[in-house]
């Protein structure tokens, strides 16, 4: 059975940078592809970019492209976000999720979907 | 753009069937989507894959109450039997290269 455990709470400061943690268990890190996905306070899942542990490869989505780096280190099975010059707009709970893909040409083509989700991570930006 | 299109919310009393609908644009019939749940104050659940021919394949533990079909740009989740844990948002999700997107999610109210 697949686990994802994230790092714990976080409150930042406006114009911080904040790094999340995510450690798997159970399945085959190295081949699977893991996914950041935020919420806001009331508000739907956002994706924010996938990462290729086997390759150290991730995408972005355009929104986060200039803010976001994803990076994983196979020998602890875990994957890192972090998110730099955080505004109040980036509180959320953030989740990272595992699925299934392959990398052709630098662009990850996804297998399916999201089939384990983590409990998540909630980052509060406040002064 | 692969982007879904839910409805805001939905309700069925308690014991009763509800069909969700996951929609995208008229160019992407035929597409493979996910549905994911997500009960008050949890992450989400991965429920189940559908199929663009509409097949379904669900995720280990999902009750039988749960099933998923499509028709050309639309997928469905029905949940029949409606139980009292089955309030909550229900999320699509679909993927392309380098990409994914999630619906706007559907809050379910079980009356």
């Known amino acids: 059975q697949v686990q994802l455990v994230q790092s714990g709470p976080e409150v930042k400061k406006p114009g911080s940078s904040v790094k999340v943690s995510c450690q798997a268990s159970?399945?085959?890190?190295?081949?699977?592809?893991i996914s950041w996905v935020r919420q806001a306070p009331g508000q739907g899942l956002e994706w924010m970019g996938t990462?290729?542990?086997?390759?150290?490869?991730?995408n972005y989505a355009q929104k986060f492209q200039d803010r976001v780096t994803m990076t994983a280190d196979k020998s602890t099975s875990t994957a890192y976000m972090e998110l730099t010059a955080l505004t109040s707009e980036d509180t959320a709970m953030y989740f990272c999720?595992?699925?299934?893909?392959?990398?052709?040409?630098?662009?990850?083509?996804?297998?399916?979907?999201?089939?384990?989700w983590s409990q998540g991570t909630l980052v509060t930006v406040s002064s | 753009q692969l982007v879904p299109t839910q409805s805001p919310s939905a309700s069925a009393s308690l014991g009763a069937s509800v069909k969700l609908t996951c929609t995208l644009n008229?160019?992407?019939?035929?597409?493979?989507i996910a549905w994911h749940q997500q009960q008050p104050g949890k992450g989400p659940r991965f429920l189940m894959k559908?199929?663009?021919?509409?097949?379904?394949t669900k995720a280990d533990g999902i009750p039988d109450r749960f099933s998923g079909s499509s028709s050309g740009a639309e997928s469905y989740l029905t949940i029949s039997s409606l139980q009292a844990e089955d309030e909550a948002d229900y999320y699509c999700?679909?993927?392309?290269?380098?990409?994914?997107?999630f619906g706007g999610g559907t809050k379910l109210t079980v009356l």
């Open positions: 999720a595992r699925g299934r893909g392959r990398m052709v040409q630098g662009f990850i083509i996804f297998e399916g979907p999201t089939d384990y």
């Open positions: 559908v199929n663009g021919d509409g097949s379904h």
């Open positions: 008229t160019g992407h019939s035929n597409y493979a």
């Open positions: 999700q679909t993927w392309g290269t380098a990409i994914q997107f």
């Open positions: 990462i290729i542990p086997l390759y150290g490869t991730a």
């Open positions: 159970g399945g085959t890190f190295s081949s699977s592809v």
